[in-house]
Each structure stands twice: as structure tokens, then as C-alpha cells.
């Protein structure tokens, strides 16, 4: 920003076009990025735009359809924030196996007609998902293998480094690191040719 325009909240109207714009396309959440090398200007900046920002290091987590936590995992120099753009999203606190406590962005990924809106755990180890008319039972070696996906943990420059082969693919790098690894198999011998664009 130029130092003559400064003090106009010029930036904040430009992220608030922004969320408008992609609110309207159905995104229900933003997410950026700063170093700690900017962090004592930015922080109040970005918190007065409405964003949550994580401390150093931390790992934002978004709970998914299935009621799973996805983890976005930052390097110790990089703060993170979201900022919601639907009103059913929110946040839960859930304590890890370790006694950590982790909040959870809530609602971010359930996109209305898209995602089951009913999701059943039966003492089977199977699960329903249900939703927009449609049911879908997954059976328990199915849950169990997407259950041990989703607690896979990958570093920053694990997903980094598969993100170029996940877009060929059409899928979020995270969730192809997770598979990556969680399988053992190349993402190429798990999704075969990938689809062209």
C-alpha cells in the first residue's frame, strides 16, 4: 500500500471484496499465511479483519464431513489464520490422546448438497452417510482405512511435495499426502492416469 493511501482501510475493504466474491461462489472459508518476520504488524491487522490467527508453528485443523480432523501443518516461522464466510461455521475444542487440547474449525467443509448431512458410526466399525436423498454405508474396512488416512500426520514439505501430482489429479494436496503415506503406494498406482484438464 502506497504510504499516502495508508489509513483509509483500503486493505481491509480488498479482503472484504474478497470474501464477499468468494462467498458467492459457495467457499465457506479462508485461509492465509504470514512469517514471523512481519508477525508483530500483521497479527492486530489481520484480527481486525475478522480472521483467527495461529501462533508460530501451529496447525490450523478443519473437521471434515466424516467428523474427522484434517490438519494444515505450519514450519515454525509461518502463522496461519482463517476467517469464516458462512454462518454455520464455528469452532469445537476436543482433547488428543495426548491431553493437548486442538480447536477445530467446524462447518467449513460442508458445502450444502455435496457432503452427507447425516453421518451414523455403527458398532460394526461401518458408517452411513446420508443427505440430498442419497445413502451411502461404507463398510468397516472402508471406515477403518479413511480413519487411519485421516490421523496420518504429514509435514509441510510432504504435502509441498506431492502438491504439483495432486492437482493433475483434482485433489487437495493434504489429503493426497495423508493417502500417500498412510498406503504406501504412489499416487500414481492409487488413481491410475491422471484426468487431464
Given at each position: ?30 485461509l492465509?499465511?504470514?512469517t ?10 489481520y484480527q ?67 457432503v ?42 510432504e ?28 499416487l500414481?498406482?492409487l ?7
Amino acid at each position: 500500500m502506497a504510504p499516502s493511501a495508508r489509513g483509509e482501510r483500503l486493505g481491509h475493504r480488498l479482503i472484504d471484496r474478497a470474501c464477499d466474491h468468494y462467498r458467492g461462489l459457495g467457499y465457506r472459508l479462508v485461509l492465509g499465511t504470514f512469517t514471523t518476520s512481519t508477525f508483530e504488524h500483521l497479527v492486530p491487522y489481520y484480527q481486525q479483519a475478522g480472521f483467527t490467527v495461529r501462533g508460530p508453528g501451529e496447525s490450523i485443523a478443519v473437521l471434515d464431513p466424516m467428523g474427522m480432523a484434517l490438519h494444515r501443518p505450519a514450519d515454525a516461522h509461518v502463522i496461519q489464520m482463517w476467517k469464516p464466510l458462512h454462518p454455520d461455521m464455528g469452532t469445537i475444542v476436543t482433547t488428543m490422546p495426548d491431553s493437548s487440547q486442538v480447536e477445530i474449525v467446524t462447518g467449513a467443509l460442508d458445502p450444502p448438497g455435496r457432503v452427507a448431512d447425516k453421518v451414523v458410526h455403527h458398532d460394526d466399525g461401518s458408517m452411513t452417510l446420508s443427505g440430498g436423498g442419497h445413502r451411502l454405508t461404507l463398510p468397516a474396512q472402508h471406515v477403518e482405512k479413511l480413519t487411519q488416512m485421516y490421523a496420518t500426520e504429514v509435514t509441510v514439505a510432504e504435502v509441498t511435495a506431492i502438491a504439483a501430482e495432486a492437482e493433475r489429479y483434482g485433489m487437495e494436496p493434504m489429503i493426497a499426502a495423508k493417502l500417500t503415506k498412510a498406503s504406501g503406494y504412489s499416487l500414481a498406482d492409487l488413481m491410475g492416469s491422471p484426468r487431464r484438464g
